[in-house]
């Protein structure tokens, strides 16, 4: 810009008397409308554009595109903080909508954990603060979940924790990813004290789950539990395993957690007495119903006797009865 049609712009307001905004000064010089007090007498107009903000503008809106501050994950956070200016609650909960063209996965996480937002979530919160690819990780605070001397001490979401692949604790990870995500559920369905004493054994390699080498029976799934130290390792066949469905996985599973709860809480133990007890113990009727919601109890009392067959608490039943149970592991495919 011209220094002399800047000082005349200058000039002009002082001894008129105007107040004039420096935007709308104008000087006719030819026929030409010339913008004397350009806001940005330096920055010529990139093609189709507008002139970068000066920084020195005051412009600090993490929301407003043509701020220098603009931010897009920031401006997410703001949205999602009802304190904020710039707070837009549909706009916070359309982040975690997986079908909304505003779905961003890290401004939903960072939500979660926002107090007022109508996204918070205290489960989601302190399972992404475990996550090391979350915003929201925190591993000091995380470690805390499960120190019972800390006030952040969680004992669920401690468990959480620990399952989740990629927190600071990879608990039940086999490489198997059929065996992963069934031992996740699972554990997130029997009893919280045993989830954990299941976890704590996992960690200091009292319980193991290993691919089977040939040496361990043609069995799916076949465990050897040691009663002297109250070890278990589990030997699965990758080839049976991985071509069931997710269904009849979790029920051999819950059937050999079944066998270590009971081989750690009675002091006779063996395959036939575990299956005896099995079809008796009120916890696994329960442990039944909380990972497969829905069914009757009819349901219920015929899956006791999946993986039992070769028993003899299943083959004193009358043959009428073992026909009905053989028709249910049929209908339902699970392998008996």
């Not at 979790?250 to 299956?275: A, M």
């Not at 006791?304 to 073992?322: E, I, M």
Request: proline residues 6%; glycine residues 4%; contains cysteine.
């Amino acid at each position: 810009m011209n220094q002399y049609i800047r000082k005349i712009c200058i000039l002009l307001m002082l001894v008129s008397g105007f107040t004039v905004k420096m935007h709308e000064c104008h000087l006719q010089l030819v026929g030409v409308s010339i913008y004397a007090c350009d806001p940005y007498p330096d920055d010529p107009l990139p093609p189709g554009g507008s002139p970068t903000p000066d920084p020195s503008s005051g412009c600090t809106n993490v929301c407003d595109e043509d701020c220098v501050n603009y931010n897009d994950a920031d401006c997410n956070n703001e949205s999602c903080e009802p304190t904020s200016v710039n707070y837009e609650e549909a706009y916070c909960i359309s982040l975690c909508n997986p079908t909304s063209p505003n779905y961003d996965e890290d401004g939903c996480e960072v939500s979660n954990c926002i107090d007022n937002s109508p996204n918070y979530s205290d489960a989601e919160c302190n399972r992404s603060s475990c996550d090391q690819s979350s915003p929201n990780y925190e591993s000091d605070y995380c470690a805390s979940l499960c120190d019972n001397t800390s006030n952040n001490y969680d004992i669920f979401s401690c468990f959480i924790s620990k399952l989740d692949p990629s927190s600071i604790s990879h608990a039940t990870r086999t490489g198997n990813i059929n065996i992963d995500n069934t031992l996740t559920q699972l554990l997130l369905n029997i009893p919280i004290d045993f989830a954990l004493n299941f976890i704590n054994k996992w960690e200091n390699q009292q319980i193991g789950i290993m691919i089977n080498n040939g040496t361990h029976g043609t069995d799916v799934v076949d465990g050897a539990f040691n009663k002297a130290n109250n070890t278990m390792i589990w030997y699965f066949d990758p080839a049976q395993i991985n071509v069931l469905s997710d269904f009849a996985t979790q029920v051999i599973w819950i059937h050999e957690f079944e066998h270590y709860y009971l081989d750690n809480n009675n002091t006779i133990i063996g395959n036939d007495i575990d299956h005896a007890n099995m079809v008796t113990d009120p916890n696994y009727f329960n442990w039944l119903k909380e990972e497969f919601p829905g069914y009757t109890d009819d349901f219920y009392n015929n899956l006791k006797y999946a993986g039992t067959v070769n028993s003899p608490v299943f083959l004193n039943l009358s043959t009428d009865c073992q026909n009905d149970l053989y028709n249910f592991f049929i209908k339902y495919k699970i392998l008996y």
